[in-house]
C-alpha cells in the first residue's frame, strides 16, 4: 500500500509541486485516471489537429484495454489483470501524449500495437526533480524503505515520489515518473466509442 507523508513548510517541496504535477498526473502505472462520468470536455488546442474519416475522434469518449511492456518484453501494466478497461476522453489530456494520439482514429474491435519515445509518453529522467529532505518529513513511526513509493502533500496538492536514499538525517524523494525515460509499448484493442456529440 502506497503511503502518503504531509510536507508542511518545506519551500523546495512548494517551489517545485507544479511540476510534479504535471508529470504525475498520469496514471503511474498505466496511463491515466478513469472518469466516472463526463458531462463537458475542453480539448487543448495542440491535441485538436488530430482528425480522421472515422473511428475515434477528439472528444469521443473510448474504451480500450491495453498491454504496456518495455523494451525487452517485460510488462510493466495492463488492464487485463486490473480487470477493468481504461476510459479516456480524446484530446482532453486525460492520457499521455502518444497514446491519445494512437487511440485517434481506432474503430471498435480494433487492434493496435505502438511504441512511444519518452517524449510521447513520460519524459526524459530529469535529475533536478530528485531532492533531498530532513528525516523528519517521514512520520516518526513509520517504517519507509528506500524504493518505496509514497504520496506526499505539500498543504495544497498530493502528489507522488519514490524514496530513492534516506539515512539518519535526510531522506531523498525521486519525484520522476517511474516511467521517465523509458520507451513504452502498448497493444491497444477498442471496446466502445461513445462519441462526443452524444455526450451532452
Known sequence: MEKR??????????????AVLLIVAAFLCGCTTQPEQVQTHTIPEETQAVVCAGGAQTGDVVVVDYIGTFDNGTEFDSSYKSGQPFSLVLGSGGAI?????????????????????????????????????????????????????VTLFDGGQFFQATISDMDATNVTFDLNSPLAGKALTFEVTVRDITASGSLM
Open 5 to 18: 507523508f504531509t510536507i508542511s513548510g518545506c519551500s523546495t517541496c512548494l517551489g517545485i509541486a507544479g
Open 97 to 149: 501524449p502518444g497514446f491519445d494520439k494512437a487511440v485517434h482514429c481506432m474503430e471498435v474491435n480494433e487492434t493496435k500495437k505502438f511504441t512511444l519515445s519518452p517524449e510521447e509518453a513520460y519524459g526524459e529522467y530529469d535529475p533536478s526533480m530528485v531532492v533531498s529532505m530532513p528525516i523528519e518529513f517521514i512520520p516518526a513511526g513509520e517504517n519507509a524503505t528506500v524504493g518505496e513509493r
